[in-house]
């Protein structure tokens, strides 16, 4: 089978199901999956669909809602949350992002932490609640449902507002030339944040890397910290590294 027809196969079995698995696709299409995953490599970038593990989303629009999500690869989310704290102490005040491996993050901190936590992410908010020694500040702004953030120009105003020790920024994609949003309201809040942080530690799913959005978030020059699920020896991290960037 060629190619095209290759894809048009990905895209329409996609269409019916939302999700597809490299094993089943091998199955069905009699390849290798190491020849599915290079397909749906080539669609991702493309713009076509998303990389997940195992397999793709559509990428036009995430079936997963945030609750949905909160569940998603949640065992790979915990490996990301517990490396993200090695890097929070007593004391600090840090910005947290919208996102799922955010809201895993909150989920593990410790019962005894002592923050101050600055924030669009309302799905964090009763989290944080049950942290006597935590400080919440919610930006303002408008609520976007979808993903239970608020952004625009009064969250924005209001992140210039603060100086944080560390930002926890969830990644939408990120490639060699840096991390990009899907929505430009998201993305100038992210630099706000970034721009008021002494630190900034990218959150992102392995199958992330390598894609991009169209809205320009920062350089990869720009962040102190990548962390991924994967092991930092993972040959897939080499071109980044020369950025600087330190992987956890």
């Known amino acids: 089978m060629k190619k095209e027809q290759r894809f048009n196969y990905i895209l329409g079995k996609l269409d019916q199901e939302k999700i597809v698995e490299f094993s089943s696709l091998s199955t069905a299409l009699n390849i290798s999956e190491d ?14 669909l998303s990389k997940v593990r195992g397999g793709a989303i559509p990428r036009a629009e995430n079936p997963l ?10 065992q790979d989310k915990e490996v990301i949350a517990l490396k993200a704290l090695s890097l929070i102490s007593n004391g600090q005040t840090i910005f947290l992002d919208g996102g799922t491996s955010v809201y895993t993050l909150v989920s593990l901190f410790p019962t005894d932490i002592r923050l101050t936590v600055i ?17 919440t500040i919610v930006l303002g702004g408008e609520f976007i449902s979808a993903t239970e953030t608020l952004y625009g120009l009064e969250a924005v105003k209001g992140a210039a507002q603060y100086r944080a020790d560390i930002f926890f920024l969830g990644a939408c994609s990120i490639d060699e030339k840096g991390v990009t949003a899907t929505y430009k309201e998201e993305a100038e809040l992210k630099r706000a944040m970034i721009s008021a942080s002494d630190q900034v530690a990218v959150l992102c799913n392995f199958n992330k890397l390598d894609t991009k959005d ?35």
């Open 35 to 48: 020849t599915v995953r290079r397909d749906i490599e080539e669609l991702a970038k493309n713009g076509l």
């Open 65 to 74: 809602t945030f609750k949905e999500r909160i569940g998603y690869l949640s």
């Open 119 to 135: 924030t669009n992410n309302m799905a964090i908010i009763p989290l944080l609640a049950h942290y006597n020694g935590i400080k």
């Open 214 to 248: 169209p809205y320009a978030v920062c350089r990869l020059e720009e962040l102190s910290y990548l962390i991924t699920e994967e092991d930092i020896s993972h040959k897939a991290f080499e071109l980044y590294k020369q950025s600087g960037v330190t992987f956890l």
